[in-house]
C-alpha cells in the first residue's frame, strides 16, 4: 500500500525527513503490538519512546493540547503542572486506558524499583465499532510487548498497534506519520486516527470525501471517533512553547477536513527530546537552551507541525487495510483507484 | 469585485443563509468606520452588535478561544469568568485599542448613566504596514460613528472599517462575513484578517497561494499580523458550549492554509443572541435553554462554524482592493484572474 | 474522637447542615473501604455518588480546578470538556487509580450493558509512607463494596476508605468532611488530606502547627502529599459556575496553612446535583436552571465552599486515629490535649 | 501608621527583606501618582518596574493566575502566550484602564520610536465608592509621573496611587507590600486591596473582622471590589513556573479571610527579573537558567509567595488612612485600637 509521497503527493511546503516519520527524530522509537484474535478482537496497543534513556529518571518536556475533550487520555494534569513527561506515550483503545496504564506503572517499576509515584500518559481512541472494546482485551504483556519491541526506522502505519480497529472518515484508519525537516530542526507526527465524517474528507485539498460518496455512499458515516495526535521535535523547547507548537496540531487536523464533531475526543501532544530534565536535578539552578521566539525558527516549527500532522492523517488512511471485526462488521480500506482519480481530477497528482 | 459564492466557489457542505453574511442572524448588526486621510491614516473601526437592545443590560452569552496569544484584545477575562459580553464587539488597529475601549466605555455610561464598571471587548490587528498606527487615528467619533451606523443587511468586506489597513496572504485583507443554516440553527462569522504567509494561501482547498507566487513571487510575503474571529448563533448555547464553537473555529481558518505563525495573534469569540442573561436577574435563578449535546445539533453547528470561517477569510481576500498607504506602499488585491485559473485548474470551479 | 464543632469550634460564618456532611446534601452518598492488612497494607476506596439514579444515564454538573497538577487525577479532560461526570467519583492510593479506574469502567458496563465508552473519574493522594503503594492492593470488589456500600447520613473520617494511609500536616490524616446551609442552599465537602508542612497548620486561625512543633517536634514533617477536594452543592449550577466554586475550594484549604509544596497534588472538583443531564436527551434544546450570578447566592456558595472546605480538613486531622504500617513506620495522630490548650491560648475554644 | 511587623505581627515563618517590600528585589521600583482633588476625585495610578532597564527591549517572564476573572485587567493573553511582559505593570482604577494603557504605548514610543505594536499591561480595582470613577481623571501626565519617579526603597501604602479610593473588608485599603527571602531568593508582593466583606477578615488567623464588627458594625460592608496582587523574585523562573506562583498568590489572599466574592475580580501576576528575554534575540537558541523543581527551592518560593501576599494585605490595611470622597462618602481606616485589643486577646501579638 502506497503511502502519500508514494502516490506524488507533496503535502504543504516544507520537505520530510528521510523516513518522513516520527522516528526522523533521533532516538525516537515506536512499538506496536496488534490483536487480532477471533472474530471480535480488534484492537492493540502502540508505544512511543521519546528518546534512549530511562523515561522516567529523565524526564521529556511535552504539552498538550485538548481541542475536543471528550476522550479518555490519563495523565495530562500532570503533564500540564510540570511541563514534562516521565513514561512513554501509550496509544490503545478507549476502556484498556486504565489497564494499559497499570502496566506502564508495572514497566516503571521494574526499572525503577524505588518510585512510589509515577504518572502514565496513555492516550486512547474508540476503536468499539470492529472490536469487543468491553473486552478490555490488551494485557500487561502486549503492553510490555509494545514498549520493548519499539525501534527507530520506519513506522508500520494503518491497521497496526492501537490503530487495528479505528475508523477514519468512515474508512479504516489507524496509524500514520510524517515528518518535517529544514536546515534547523526535524518535527515528527505520528497520529491514531479514528475521526471525520467521511464527506468532509480532504486530501491536499481536494474534495476526495465528497466526490467518493457520491460514488462509494455513506456520506455521514462517521467514526464517532476520535484522534490522538503526537508532535515531537528535537529542538528544545519549554513546556509554554511546545503548548505553542500543540495547538498547531489541530490545524494539520482541520486541513484533511475535520471539523471536530461533538463525539470525537481530539488531543494533541507535543514534545522535545533535545534536553530531557533530569529527575534528580544535581543543582538548584538548571541551564536550559529554548528556542528563541522572535527570530524565524519558532514559526517553522509550527509550519512543520501543521504540515506533519496532515500527511499523517492522509498516510494512515492509505496505509490502512479493509479489517472485518465484531458482528461481521467491516470497514473498507480507503479505495485507492477512485480515490488517485480524484486527485488527478483536482490537479493534486500528476497524471499517469 | 465578487464574493465566493459569485465565483461559483461552494466551499464546504452546508448552505449559506440569505445575506451570506453574519447579519443572517436576527438583530445582529454590524458598523464600519474607514479612516483613509492623506497618504498615512488607513485605518479604521468595525462594530458588531449581537442584538437589538442595550448590550449592558441584556448581556449575551459568549466565549473566546485564543489560537495564538501574540495580541492586544482586551476584555476576554471577564467573559471567561462570566460567559458573557456587555458591549458591542469592536474592532481596530492594534494601537488604537485603549483609544476604541475607552469610547466603548462613554458609549455604555451614556445610555446607562449609573454605570461604574464595564467590561469593553476590543479586538484588533495590526494595521502598521500601511497606517500610521502609531498616530491612533480612531477617535470617540469614529467609534460612536460604527456603533450608531450599524445595520443589519449586507455586511461591507475587504478594505473597509478596521479592514482598511490589513493584509492578509501576502494581499489585501480586511473584513469578511458569511453564514451557514440548517432547519435549526444560524452560523455566521465575521472575520478580521491580517494573516498569513503568501504561498499558504488555499482557497477551497486549492494551492492559490503557492501557484501565485510562482507568477507573482513574494512566496514568504507576509502580513506578521493576527485575526480576530467572531462567530454568532442563534441558537442558545452555554459559555462552555460557545468555548467549543470557539475552537472551532480555528479550524476553519487553518482550512485557508494558516499555520498561525508566531507573530500572529489569532483570536476567536463565539456569541449566541438567543437569550441575552439580564443585568439584573428578577429572580435567584434563570431558566435558560442550553442546545442537547448527545445529539446532531451540536455538531452541525461546528461544521457551519468551520464553513462559515473559512468562505469568511476567502471572502476578506476576494472584497479587499488594492490600497496604498503610509511610505508609499502598496497592498495589492488578490490578483482575480490568475485566482481564477487556479481555481479552474483544480477543479474547484467550472470552466467558463 | 471529637469533630471540630465538638471541640466548640465554630469555623467560618455561616451554620453547618444538619449533620455537617458532605451527605446533607440529599440523594449524595459516601462509602468506604478500608484496607488493613498484615503490617504493610494501609490503604482503600473511599465512593462520593452524587445522586441515587444511574450516574451514566443522568450525568451530574461538575467542573474542576487544579491548584497544583503534580497528581494523577484520571477523568479531567472530559468533565472539562462537557461538564458533567457521569460515574461516582473515587479516591485512592496514587498507583491504584488505573486499577479503580477500571474496575468503574466494570461497574458501569454491569449496569449499561450497552455501554462503549465511559469516562471513570479516580483522584488520589500518595500513601506510600504507611502503605506498600506498589502492591496496588485495591481491587475490583473493593471498589464494588465501597460503590454498594455507599450510604446517606453520618461519614466516617479520618482513617478510613482512602484515607487509612493519608498524612496532612505530618499527622495522621484521612478523610474529612463538613457542610455549610442557607435558606437556598446546602453546600458540602469531602476532602481526601495528605498535605502540608506540620508547622503551618492553622486550626481556625490559630498556629497550631508551629507551637506543637514547638513542643512535638518535627517543624518541617511534610506529607508531600496531595489532596483531593470534593464540593457539592444541591443548587443548579452550570458547568462554568461550578469552575468558580471550585476555585473557591483552595482558599479553603488555605485557611489551614497550606502554601502547596511542590510535591502536592492538589485538585478540587465541584458538582451539583440539582438537575442531572441525561445521557440521551429527548429533545434539542434542554431546559435548564442556573443561579442568577448578580446576586448574593451566588456569593454565598463561594463563602459556604471556603469555610466547608476549610472545616472539612481539620475533621479529617481530629478524627484519624495513630496508624501503624510499612516498616515499623507510624504516623501519629494529632495530639488531642495540646492542640485544645493551643486553642484556648488563641480564644478558638472557651476554656473548661 | 503602623505597619504589621510594627505592632510585633510576625505572619509567617519566613523572615522579610531588609524593607519587607517588593523593593527588596534588586531593580525592583515603584512609583505612585494620588489623585486627590475637590470633593469627588479620589483615584491615582501606581507603577511597578520589574528592572531598570528599558522593559520593551528586555522582556521579563511573568504569567498571571486569575482566581475571579470579574476583573478589566488588560495585556493578560499575550502574557500567557509569550510569558513575558514588555511593559512596566500599571494599576489604577477601574474605568481608567485604557487612559492609562493608551499612556504607556505613548511612554513605550517614547523610548522606542520605532515600536508599531507593544501589550500593555494594566490591572485595576474599582474606586467609584469615593472616587467620581466615571470621570477617568487619570491621565497621561499622571501615569508619567508614577513611571518617572518611581523609585527603590520604601514603597508608600494606604490610599496612595491607584489606592486613593480603594475599600478593603469594609475600611480603608489600597496598597500594601511585603517580602520574604532566604539564602537562595527574595520574593516580593505589592498588592492594591479593594475587596472582602468586613466580618472576613483574619489578621494572622485572629478573627479581627468578626469582632470588629460587633463593636462597629457593618459586618456586611462590602468592597464589592477586587484585588490585583503582583508577586516578583529574584530567581530565575519560566513562565510555567511563575504560573505555579501566582496561584499560590490565592493561598495568601485567603489567609486574609476572603472568599472572592462575585464581584470581586481577582487578579495574580507573578515576574522573575532574574534574566530577562531580550527583544530581538542575537541567536537562534537562548540559553536561560530555571529553578529545579525537584528540590526544596520551588516549594519555599510558594510558602514565600504565600505569606508575602497575605502581609502585604494586611499592610494596605494597617497603613491607609480615613477617607473622604464623593457625595461626602467617608471609608473609616482600620480602628488600631481595637484591633490591637483583638489580636492580644488571640494571642498574636504579647501584651503591652
Redesign the interface.
Known sequence: MPRARDLGLALG?LPPGPLNAITDIAAVRVGHVSLVEGESVRTGVTAILTHERDPFREKTPAAAF?????????????V????VLETPILLTG??A???V??AL?DWT?ERNPD??????VVGEC?D?YLND??G?HVRAEHVFGALDGAAAGPVAEGAVGAGVGMTCYGWKGGIGTSSRRSD?FLVGALVLTNFGQR??L?I????VG?ELARIAGGAGVDGSGSVMVIVGTD??L???QLG?VA??G??????TG??????S?D?ILAFSNAEPVP???P?????????????P???GL??A???AVEEAVINSLLMAETTRGRDGRVREALPLEPTLAILR????IANP
Request: hydrophobic residues 35%; glycine residues 14%; positive net charge.
Open positions: 511546503l485538548v481541542l475536543n475533550g471528550f476522550g479518555k487520555t490519563c495523565g495530562l494534569p500532570q500540564a503542572e510540570l511541563g478507549t476502556l486506558v486504565p489497564r496504564a497499570d506503572i517499576i518510585v512510589l509515584s509515577v504518572n502514565p474508540n468499539g472494546i468491553q478490555r534547523q464527506d468532509e480532504r491536499d485539498g481536494a474534495p465528497r529542538v528544545p519549554d513546556a509554554r505553542r495547538r498547531r489541530a490545524l494539520g487536523l482541520a486541513r475535520v471539523t471536530a464533531g461533538h463525539g475526543g488531543f529527575h534528580r536535578p543543582t538548584g539552578l538548571l541551564t536550559r537552551r529554548v528556542v528563541a521566539e522572535d527570530g525558527l519558532i514559526s509550527f509550519q507541525t501543521v504540515e481530477r483536482h490537479g493534486r
